[in-house]
């Protein structure tokens, strides 16, 4: 499959102390209880572009791809860890997660909200890891959708319009290809502290936090 023309381009890495391999597999079992559906945590507020990129096309993709640097030491050992408990959707209106899902970020007192793409696959998360490698997104090419302007370096979310052919430069393999599916982007609140360190056992918080809202 090509690279589209309008989508969502996100990189991935070690957040909230969990690595990235962690958090897929967390995902995948998310996925494989919600029917194909599983959200993706952003830190970046960009409804706005969400919208125009829903004005240009119809079924609107999501392109996950490695962050190349080192994890920081705030993601690695984060100070403070929550689950993100309620949401509103793109209208303001509230959105119910659904009970077997958990979106977790690292948290600031100064940077109080957080964000969660909607996103689908009908195939397991971990065969598509690298499935689609010879895909490759080349940021030179991209410009944000509402502004038109180059990605910044610290954008590690990004709603993009391809202009291929405009700039070489590196490339990012493709390591996760998804839909968005409505309401496509939602806002987190009501934050709940997890207390995490070493040997924290993230499977083992899953299925509580999964058990006490099935009423199991």
């Not at 050992?77 to 119910?96: F, H, K, N």
């Not at 948290?107 to 690298?130: K, W």
Request: hydrophobic residues 35%; aromatic residues 10%; neutral net charge.
């Amino acid at each position: 499959m090509c690279v589209p023309n309008y989508f969502v381009w996100t990189r991935h890495g070690t957040e909230a102390g969990q690595p990235v391999d962690d958090i897929f597999r967390r995902k995948e079992s998310e996925r494989g209880v919600n029917g194909g559906l599983f959200f993706w945590g952003v830190g970046n507020a960009v409804g706005p572009s969400i919208l125009e990129l829903l004005r240009k096309v119809d079924c609107p993709e999501v392109l996950f791809s490695p962050i190349r640097s080192a994890p920081r030491r705030q993601d690695v050992t984060p100070e403070s860890v929550v689950e993100w408990t309620a949401a509103l959707g793109l209208d303001g209106e509230p959105y119910q997660l659904p009970s077997m899902s958990m979106i977790t970020s690292r948290f600031h007192v100064d940077r109080p909200r957080h964000y969660a793409l909607v996103c689908y696959s009908d195939s397991p998360l971990g065969l598509s890891l690298g499935s689609t490698d010879s895909e490759r997104v080349v940021p030179g090419e991209l410009r944000n959708i509402l502004t038109r302007r180059s990605l910044g370096a610290s954008q590690v979310t990004a709603v993009v319009e391809r202009w291929p052919g405009i700039s070489g430069g590196a490339e990012y393999p493709v390591t996760l290809r998804a839909k968005l599916v409505p309401p496509y982007y939602i806002q987190l609140t009501v934050p709940k502290r997890i207390t995490t360190g070493d040997g924290f056992d993230w499977a083992g918080r899953v299925a509580e936090v999964w058990s006490d809202r099935c009423g199991g």
